[in-house]
């Protein structure tokens, strides 16, 4: 399974910023899609998660700013992102967990390739 993130760019500290994720290839379900971020320096860290019945958790420092919503029939997941501050800087990354087809050891747990978010003070 295969994801590709767009949407990351460079905005103003207070804007808003839209990522898309869209998973292809052979997927039966998708139980979790989620966005990570990592700044330069520090551990990779998960920002917000959504299932596939729509139940949502985010991290602490993003309540109340951060997004998270998915389309399953596109198999996309989006974060939208507003009053963005400079510590919001990052690289973005999507994640996907799920099966390919209705047999349990059709595992995938898959990682798109990172889009850089730059807040600026």
């Known amino acids: 399974v295969q994801l590709q993130a767009s949407g990351g760019g460079l905005v103003q500290a207070g804007g808003s910023l839209r990522l898309s994720c869209a998973a292809s290839?052979?997927?039966?379900?998708?139980?979790?899609m989620n966005w990570y971020r990592q700044s330069p320096g520090e551990q990779r860290e998960l920002v917000a998660t959504?299932?596939?019945?729509?139940?949502?958790n985010y991290a602490d420092s993003v309540k109340g700013r951060f997004t998270i919503s998915r389309d399953n029939a596109k198999n996309t997941v989006y974060l939208q992102m507003n009053n963005l501050k400079p510590e919001d800087t990052a690289v973005y990354y999507c994640n996907a967990r799920g099966r390919r087809t209705i047999d349990w050891a059709s595992g995938f747990d898959s990682w798109g390739q990172g889009t850089l978010v730059t807040v600026s003070s």
């Open positions: 959504i299932t596939n019945i729509g139940t949502t």
């Open positions: 290839g052979s997927i039966f379900v998708i139980n979790f």
